[in-house]
């Protein structure tokens, strides 16, 4: 067993990366530090002072690891890497985890290629970007205007190996692999290629403008079209640069937080070349009471963790923390200098003012939708709880279904909501086991006794664990507000039966039904309440049902296309899976292993002698019984 305490006097003074798990083994915490040793100890200690949020990852930490490192910033990568691949739930996340499109420029290749990428390679290529919207169409102009090659050849070593591809026949490349291209007339077109991502657009309109007056003035009319549809296209793409810098400057990121409680938005704007080119908003989950610095140097880990271009300034609205080491940890990345900055005043500030007012708008917008979600969800269980007057609070509401065909594969399943939203860590699957035939009574009566018998032996148990001081959550020990039967009385006395049998108090609800078999009204304590039809409870319960009779037929329709998956191989002895499909495998036909003589199966790969004759004597026994028959 793992002891937290005992475990923490081994810790070493070392920097590193530490790693929490809860008592089901997931990763629910990744920090670096700089003493191991000292930032572990932190969290065990003086537990009054933590924020509510560090509280509560504490009360849930079953062990920890910890990976030595050389360095601090070798922990910042080893941190970044960990928290992209896991997502710990007690991190500060984007909750998109967004990746935006770039274009990548082979430049250290003699015959470059202009691509789409998500991802930097350490490579000398160049990268443009990012652009939120996608770029196929940019790319498929450049490729069309500039005629560069997209195959994947290792050019020159490979020119004249093989045919040219379709592109050369028709007219989209000039036949680079065939040496019909010399490299220094092809790097010229790359540096045009380079101009235009760089922002400088002049060179190609005037070209495609010269194209199409051209290919007009020739009666050329459909290549006329072509050529204008280019020339649109160039002029959306130049109409994304927003804003012009009067200073000179190549590349800026510019970032900017509104938080407001739990809830917290992070603006970027891209700017490129001294133009805005675009910006995004980032929605970040689980900032709780972290303070801005925190979040900023979180969300710079993450962002810059997985977009392949790193900007020469990084403005932000906030001072980050850890600003030197994040700094040098991003410079490395770029392989040139990177600096953070936090402007107070001048052109630079009026940019970071201007992402902080954009922020705030979404985050204003986002709060008012989760209003929105909140009136529909928590709304409309506070209406169940007034309409049933019912005193305790509602939190959690369990449905139940029951799914057979002709009393095939008789299934149950439990379905979970918990302020009106749907749980879905805690939906139940049920195999009937004691129920022949389709009785829907008396298999709901064997799910919810399988279900409250399992969850007060669990109770009991994390009792026993709770007193040796081991804190665990059950997967039935958690019991409903309320349950609602999709069903009148009948399913309504099933379920009450189960609970008094079992001594259990929960409030039961049944779902009446009207002669089309829609919702009218809700029975409870022997009273049908009427429902509006147009409110939240109804647009609820009507979600509840469609939930539960899902999952129990999604299940159903799984048992039974398993049972259906059978061949008649099976049921001979010593002829498993593996057997079968090496039979097969070997054979062209199920005919063929019927006419097969001993000797012939014998020398299929993983038969023997026994489990050959074992199906020989199988297909003369079921043909001696068929001409008997007959």
């Known amino acids: 067993m793992f002891n937290i305490e005992e475990e923490l006097k081994k810790l070493p003074g070392k920097p590193g990366v530490y790693i929490m798990h809860n008592e089901v083994d997931e990763i629910i915490y990744v920090g670096k530090a700089i003493s191991l040793k000292n930032r572990v100890r932190q969290y065990f200690q003086s537990i009054h002072r933590h924020s509510p949020k560090i509280k509560r990852m504490v009360e849930n930490i079953d062990h920890f690891e910890y990976i030595i490192t050389d360095s601090e910033l ?50 000398k290529a160049k990268y443009f970007g990012p652009y939120p919207a996608h770029i196929s169409e940019t790319l498929e102009l450049i490729h069309k205007i500039y005629k560069i090659r997209t195959c994947r050849r290792n050019l020159p070593k490979d020119i004249g190996k093989e045919r040219p591809c379709l592109n050369y026949q028709i007219g989209r490349c000039d036949g680079v692999c065939q040496g019909y291209v010399e490299s220094a007339e092809y790097k010229k077109r790359i540096d045009e ?54 200073d000179n400057v190549d590349d800026r990121d510019v970032l900017a937080l509104a938080k407001a409680g739990k809830e917290a938005v992070m603006q970027v704007f891209f700017i490129r070349a001294g133009r805005l080119i675009g910006r995004e908003h980032f929605s970040l ?25 790193i900007p020469k300034d990084i403005m932000l609205a906030d001072e980050p923390e850890e600003k030197a080491l994040l700094a040098e940890w991003l410079a490395a990345k770029r392989g040139n200098k990177v600096n953070i900055l936090v402007p107070k005043r001048g052109e630079k500030a009026g940019l970071t003012e ?27 269980v506070k209406e169940l709880k007034e309409l ?85 959550e059950g997967k039935f020990a958690h019991f409903p507000d309320i349950i609602l039967m999709d069903g009148g009385r009948g399913q309504i006395n099933i379920c009450l039966k ?26 409870y304590n022997n009273v049908e309440q009427p429902i509006d039809t147009h409110g939240e409870l109804f647009k609820l319960i009507t979600r509840i049902q469609d939930e539960t009779h899902r999952f129990a037929i999604e ?39 019927k006419k097969a ?34």
């Open 193 to 246: 290629v380079i101009k235009f991502l760089n922002g400088d657009y002049e060179p190609i309109l005037k070209m495609i403008t010269d194209k199409m007056m051209e290919a007009s003035e020739k009666l050329e009319f459909e290549e006329a079209a072509n050529y204008r549809d280019m020339l649109t296209h160039v002029k959306r793409f130049s109409d994304r640069q927003k804003i012009n810098s009067n």
């Open 74 to 123: 070798e922990a910042l990568v080893l941190e970044c890497n960990l928290i992209k691949e896991h997502r710990p739930k007690y991190n500060t996340m984007m909750k998109d985890d967004k990746s935006y499109p770039y274009i990548k420029v082979t430049v250290e290749e003699e015959f470059p290629r202009v691509m789409f990428t998500r991802r930097r390679g350490k490579d």
């Open 555 to 593: 299940y159903h329709k799984l048992l039974r296309g398993k049972n259906q998956v059978h061949s008649v191989l099976d049921d001979i002895k010593g002829i498993g899976k593996v057997r079968r499909k090496a039979l097969m495998k070997y054979f062209a036909s199920l005919e063929d292993i």
């Open 498 to 523: 189960v609970l008094e049998k079992l001594g259990i108090d929960i409030a039961v609800a049944g779902l009446v039904k009207d002669d089309k078999h829609r919702t009218r009204g809700i029975y």
């Open 354 to 380: 201007l992402a902080y007012k954009n922020a705030a708008m979404v985050l204003n917008q986002d709060s008012e939708r989760n209003k929105r979600e909140q009136a529909r969800t928590l709304g409309a």
């Open 285 to 309: 989950d689980n900032v709780g009471d972290d303070e801005k610095g925190a979040v900023y140097t979180d969300f710079i880990k993450q962002y810059y963790t997985g977009t392949p271009f």
């Open 388 to 472: 049933l007057g019912i005193k305790n609070d509602i939190k959690r509401i369990e449905s139940y279904d029951i799914s057979n065909t002709s009393g095939f594969e008789n299934v149950g399943s439990m379905v979970v909501f918990e302020d009106g939203k749907p749980k879905k860590n805690d939906y139940r699957k049920f195999r009937i086991k004691g129920v022949v035939g389709p009785n829907d009574y008396a298999s709901m009566e064997e799910v919810l006794t399988r279900r409250f018998e399992h969850g007060l032996k669990e109770k009991e148990e994390l009792k026993i664990l709770e007193k040796a001081g081991m804190i665990k």
């Open 597 to 630: 003589t001993e000797e012939e199966l014998r020398v299929v790969e993983g038969m023997n002698e026994g489990a050959a004759r074992a199906v020989w004597e199988f297909f003369r026994e079921k043909n001696s019984l068929a001409s008997k028959l007959d």
